[in-house]
């Protein structure tokens, strides 16, 4: 019996000392946790940040605590990580610990987790790796893509001419022309310029780039219970989603009735294909609904971004009537007016790749980049980071460093140009990410952006409805991305 008493009381100082460790080691790892401002209970740090300028909130609390910090956005923690060296370090020195994709209530809700934006682990590994092999075989990368690139510039030029130098906004006809290189990659075919279906699907992208600066959208990722139970334009916005998902649902279905398995058309095709040789493995992550989610997402990133960055170039550009005599000068030297401006032009055209890049580093479309996660618990510098948990990599943080970019807020070709007016890179330069999770359109997205606003240029010069002096060029700012302003504009032919 003293026997079995001194085993249970070894026992029991055993499991004692094991508890005092497991509490000694989370107390531990807590206090090298990021620190942060003071969280209050259910709303977290909002009362202390600004919803309608997280980029600046979140500026000024990387001055109290450091380039490493934690917020907390209601319920959820958020690790941001503020300023180029961590940023880098993070993303691309422990590109692995960082691949994860961060799962805001608002992305959830909008994309499932099941597309290659949203989704992670295997799934997102697969997806990746099969869209990115996928969209190489139907010319991205490559110059078929580049000839198809220069055919819809064409479209839009005459669009632009169809005008006859009225003001108006261009927006809808830069989202239509960009779209459309995207869509015959993924959909097999572009669309007329006069398809009523497109045109709408084209309002309802418009009309969700306006509802994503609401303040209901703005706290769906704080409070998504209630708000889903509350009116708003963030209703609109998830509906809006749904009907874009529902376009290529059709789609989908208009495929898998004219297939051809042995000559595949486009992305769908393949992707049927896929499905087909995947059948029977009952963890197969090529089905229906991935592949509605990830032509949703080929189509959603292969249009916003670019289109929504032309409309900002053109507006800043108007500004600036004596930036575009440049460009058109040096258009005139190396291209002349004649053929269309192709991507071996641009080596020789140092003043115009500088105003491209600088419209994109001016404009920060993406200011908190889009959220990632540690996918294991992570060690990063002196701190312990829980698996799972949300990080905002700061792209402003980066594109408006001023020691990089003198003068951030200014736009300013100059932050691209050496003194010998050669072109000037610098690694700041990450409006597209860094790391694992990099856009995989990067690529397609620099040819569009240069050709389509070099093609404009050689053909029209810009006149805004206001004096150029007036225009405020200055994004409207939003946790999501960043937005132009309202403008009209008149088209003048050169």
């Not at 059709?250 to 393949?270: N, V």
């Not at 032309?310 to 440049?326: D, S």
């Not at 312990?384 to 736009?411: A, G, M, Q, R, Y």
């Not at 700041?428 to 606003?453: N, V």
């Amino acid at each position: 019996m003293e026997f079995l008493g001194m085993t249970t009381i070894f026992l029991l100082v055993c499991i004692s000392c094991l508890l005092l460790f497991a509490t000694w080691r989370s107390i531990a790892q807590k206090e090298k946790q990021p620190p942060g401002p003071i969280v209050l209970p259910i709303v977290g740090n909002i009362l202390q940040l600004n919803l309608w300028n997280l980029p600046e909130s979140l500026k000024e609390l990387s001055k109290k605590y450091g380039s490493v910090f934690t917020i907390n956005l209601g319920l959820q923690k958020v690790v941001v990580l503020y300023g180029y060296d961590t940023v880098k370090e993070a993303l691309i020195d422990q590109a692995d610990d960082f691949s994860g994709r961060g799962q805001l209530p608002l992305f959830k809700k909008l994309f499932r987790g099941t597309g290659i934006v949203t989704s992670n682990g295997e799934i997102w590994k697969e997806l990746r790796r099969f869209a990115l092999t996928t969209l190489r075989d139907f010319g991205m990368g490559k110059k078929s893509i580049e000839q198809r690139i220069q055919e819809e510039a064409h479209f839009l030029v005459e669009r632009l001419r169809n005008t006859h130098e009225q003001p108006f906004n261009p927006g809808n006809f830069l989202v239509h022309a960009v779209s459309n290189i995207i869509c015959s990659i993924v959909f097999g075919d572009r669309f007329d310029y006069e398809d009523k279906k497109f045109l709408t699907l084209i309002e309802l992208l418009d009309e969700n780039n306006k509802l994503q600066n609401s303040i209901q959208t703005q706290l769906y990722n704080v409070f998504p219970t209630v708000m889903d139970y509350l009116p708003g334009p963030h209703q609109k916005l998830i509906k809006n989603i749904e009907k874009v998902d529902q376009f290529t649902l059709e789609i989908i279905a208009e495929h898998q009735e004219t297939l051809d398995p042995t000559c595949p058309r486009d992305f769908i095709d393949a992707f049927l294909n896929k499905m087909e040789q995947e059948k029977g493995k009952s963890h197969s992550k090529f089905t229906t609904e991935t592949l509605s989610r990830t032509t949703l997402d080929l189509f959603l990133a292969g249009t916003g971004t670019t289109s929504i960055t032309l409309r900002h170039g053109i507006l800043i550009l108007q500004k600036y009537p004596e930036i575009v005599e440049k460009i058109q000068k040096e258009i005139d030297c190396v291209i002349g007016r004649g053929r269309s401006p192709c991507m071996a032009d641009r080596s020789q055209m140092p003043y115009t790749d500088a105003v491209v890049h600088e419209i994109q580093r001016f404009i920060d479309f993406l200011p908190l980049n889009v959220p990632r996660s540690v996918i294991k618990d992570t060690k990063f510098r002196d701190y312990f980071i829980p698996k799972d948990t949300v990080i905002f990599p700061v792209l402003n943080s980066i594109l408006h460093d001023s020691k990089e970019f003198p003068n951030p807020e200014k736009f300013d070709p100059g932050h691209f140009l050496n003194a010998n007016g050669t072109f000037k890179k610098s690694d700041y330069f990450m409006p597209f990410s860094a790391g694992k999770r990099i856009c995989a359109g990067e690529g397609l997205a620099r040819m569009e952006l240069f050709i389509f606003l070099i093609s404009i240029l050689q053909n029209f010069t810009l006149k805004s409805a206001v004096d150029h002096k007036d225009i405020d060029i200055s994004p409207i700012v939003s946790t999501l991305a960043n937005m132009p302003r309202p403008y009209e504009v008149s088209f003048l032919p050169r």
